[in-house]
């Protein structure tokens, strides 16, 4: 029995010698190359993030960059967008504003044209008062006694004249000394137009009666319109175009030959021309003092 164990199995307290056990080169080999293989194993490993406060691989590092720098791209395609969608919604909110500056333009203009219509239909209204009272007047001037006629026919237009104040003081730039002047001057171009009226009758005595009176009412017309707009033209802020008083002018002409029909009707205490003539001339009074110097 003892004999069929191998040597390296003797036991020692038989006295037999105990031999060493014997070496393989293939074990050797494995023993060897073990350390290497663990080592690939270890290089081929995957990667997996390590703890905080650990070294990152130079793998590592280089992931991390092109994570951020794919991160920076996109934040600026995002911020590229984001700023034209703004332009796309800012464009339609400044049509917006452009269109309702120009809706409250014509709003404003609408407004301030309506707004002279009614104020020129009020001057108007007080120029047909004014001729309405004029012919009344006589009866209250013949009444002061030792007044040169002039003065006495100077006052009959005492109504316009004041009509012709409010006129230029609202319509113009004028202060209240101008426009106090402006009623004076008009008083004074009521005299000159009676005064051409008679004279221009006077010079056409062969005519016909009828063409005499026009032609005295076109005289007077012109004259007392003209002397009118002469004085407040010269004044501080009296238009000094001469085109803005050309339709006074023309005014004035015109509704003077209405002299005809009153001496054709034979009104004494009342008159077309008056209202007609005075509402026609301060109108386009109000127009000039309105009219921007060139």
Known sequence: MVGSFPACCANPASGHATAAPPTSPIKLRRLMSAPKHRASIVAAKPFVAEPAGETFGVLDVAVLHLGAARMNRAAQQMAFFAGAAGRHRQSPM???????????????????????????????????????????????????????????????ALPFAILVFIVVRRCSANPNWAALLAAVVTMIAFVCAVNAAIFIDGQANGAVKVMRNILAGLAGGLVGSAVMALGIALLPAGPRNVAAWLPMLMTGAVAGTLLALDNALGLDLTSVLYPVWQAGVVVRLALALRTKPA
Not at 133 to 143: S, W
Request: hydrophobic share 45%.
């Open 94 to 156: 400044q049509n917006m504003d452009g269109s309702e500056h120009r809706a409250g333009k014509r709003l404003t203009q609408a407004i301030t044209a309506d707004t002279s219509r009614n104020d020129l239909l009020k001057i108007a209204g007080g120029g047909v008062l004014s001729g309405i009272l004029t012919p009344l007047l006589p009866l209250l001037t013949d009444m002061i006694s030792g007044a040169p006629a002039d003065i006495r026919l100077a006052l009959v």
